[in-house]
């Protein structure tokens, strides 16, 4: 288990890291849209290509402009559960490289005080080398 090799400053610092993150992403809907870099990345992942556009250069929901006549325009309930899919997986990427992150600092004390395994060389490998 990752938290095992964890401080408990270490776990502590996770979980404030954590909680701010949870803080940041709570919106209520209609600020999600408006907001226009959410807004773009959702429509960005509903379909491939070049599909969207925004009239006048004006990016809120009002203003999306259909390129491709196989869409149509998301509903905005459609809009915010792509937008909170996002937030959902840029929150998970944010843990896992701060619990990865403490991880490697452990495993280098273990490595400057001569006390390390076979294991933990390998671990540091794979999180220096993201595999």
């Known amino acids: 288990m990752i938290f095992k090799t964890l401080t408990i400053a270490g776990m502590f610092a996770i ?6 993150i949870n803080q940041a992403s709570v919106m209520a809907d209609e600020e999600r849209i408006e907001n226009s870099e959410h807004l773009i990345s959702a429509l960005a992942e509903l379909h491939p290509g070049q599909w969207f556009g925004f009239k006048n250069g004006i990016q809120t929901y009002e203003n999306i402009e259909i390129y491709d006549s196989q869409y149509s325009i998301p509903t905005k309930s459609e809009l915010v559960s792509q937008i909170e899919k996002i937030v959902a997986r840029k929150n998970t990427e944010a843990i896992t ?35």
């Open 15 to 20: 979980a404030g890291a954590v909680l701010f």
């Open 97 to 131: 490289d701060m619990v990865l992150e403490g991880e490697r600092k452990n495993i280098e004390g273990r490595l400057k005080t001569g006390t390390y395994t076979d294991s933990d060389i390998v671990r540091y490998l794979r999180i220096l080398g993201d595999f």
